[in-house]
């Protein structure tokens, strides 16, 4: 754990550094990814710096919708820096849903785009684990397991390298795996992976929300996850007689 | 990227793997689900969800405060020193803060970092800090806090727990949403 970078006498907030850099390196794979496709790698560059924007746009309005008085009294305060004052889930919803409509409008393929940046989305994902790991966030429980880490005062499941495994394990699958590109396909394997490994790892979680009498939310939206993506894969299958025929 | 594909899965198949996972995903989340009346974070650590630790330290007045003995009270912990420019900058926020809220209960601990009590008499003055100034000066708490940069706030609950915490200097507006969402939670 390694909450801040001291350089030079600065110092630097690990995960938002750790992030800012990983989103540089998943548009740059991205557009890679996207020009193997035949679509402009500037569509990932301009899509992504929009998402991002409007990520972080959407994620203080939805923490200002809470507090109107205080910024109707202080409108400057909506473009403050401060990490604290966003809503992390809202930020994330609004960048994917202002990526969507950027895909959209410039008429690029969906299914084509999304299997163009899914290798960049899995990057994201172990980068996400990794910046939790050195900020010391989603911790695991305690635990008595010899692989335990030593983190907040107890030796606790190292949830963040569960995490990060998981990105592993699913970029060998994509590409040990392959299915046909351009259709969406690595797109919901993408998701089916990511919804899976959360389903299961949350369990190990120390900061679960919790929801009705202590069930875990985001194994909830997990497990929906994991079977609309397989609803998905489903529809675009070929049947047993197709395959046969 | 890959230069060949393996054989395509039947929708037959994705069909029974939904079937599975929807009854494996079900018995897993009822399986890990966690226990009601469960205190999940009974150790001490700065970090939001946690208990914030104990510590006792002299106040600028002479009097000895011990963190403990707040409990019960929605308490604001802000670690700060007198050369740091957003320690100034949002110090004038949390004096009306606390100013509009200590009716209500709120505990405001300005935990000096180290300097000279002189030094942090005048800058007292200087913003009407009319709450307890506490003197850190072998920086042991804030050792125990893990403090990396000035200021660094804290926010507990009246149970002790640890509900927020901001590193760097707030503005106004900041200061004043942070405060209205302890008060909230009380």
Known sequence: MMPVFSLGGLSIPAKPFIL???????????????????????????????????????????????????????????????????????????????????????????????????????????????????????????????????????????????????????????????????????????????????????????????????????????????LVALGALARIAPSSREVRG | MAGHTSTPWTRQRYVLLMALVAIFGLSWIVASRVPENTTRHVAQAPKPGFLAPDFELQSLDGETIKLSQYRGYPVVINFWATWCPPCRSEMPAIVQEYERYKEQGLVVLAIDNGEDPPKVLEFRKQYGMSFPVLLDKKMRVAEMYQIRALPTTFFIAPDGTITDMVVGGMNAATVRVHFQRLMEER
């Open chain 1, 20 to 226: 800012l850099i990983g989103y540089y390196i998943a548009l740059w794979l991205g557009s890679k990814g996207a020009e193997s496709l035949g679509i402009d790698g500037d569509h990932v560059w301009n899509g992504g710096f929009l998402s991002a924007v409007g990520g972080l746009v959407v994620g203080r309005l939805a923490y200002a919708i809470r507090y109107p008085q205080v910024y109707l009294r202080d409108p400057l305060a909506l473009v403050s820096p401060r990490l604290s004052t966003f809503v992390p889930w809202a930020a994330v919803l609004g960048g994917v849903l202002i990526g969507y409509v950027y895909v959209r409008r410039h008429g690029i393929p969906l299914g084509r785009f999304v299997d163009a940046i899914t290798p960049a989305l899995v990057l994201l994902w172990g980068i996400v684990a990794l910046a939790n790991l050195f900020a010391g966030d989603a911790y695991g429980e305690v635990t008595h397991l010899p692989w335990g880490v030593e983190m907040w005062g107890a030796v606790r499941h190292p949830t963040q390298l569960y995490d990060l495994i998981g990105a592993v394990l699913t970029l060998f699958w994509l590409f040990l795996k392959p299915s046909p590109r351009g259709q969406g396909i690595w797109g919901w394997r993408l998701l089916f992976a990511y919804s899976t490994w959360r389903l299961l790892i949350e369990a190990f979680r120390g900061d679960s929300v919790t929801v009705w009498g202590g069930y875990r939310l985001w194994q909830l939206v997990a497990l929906v996850g994991a």
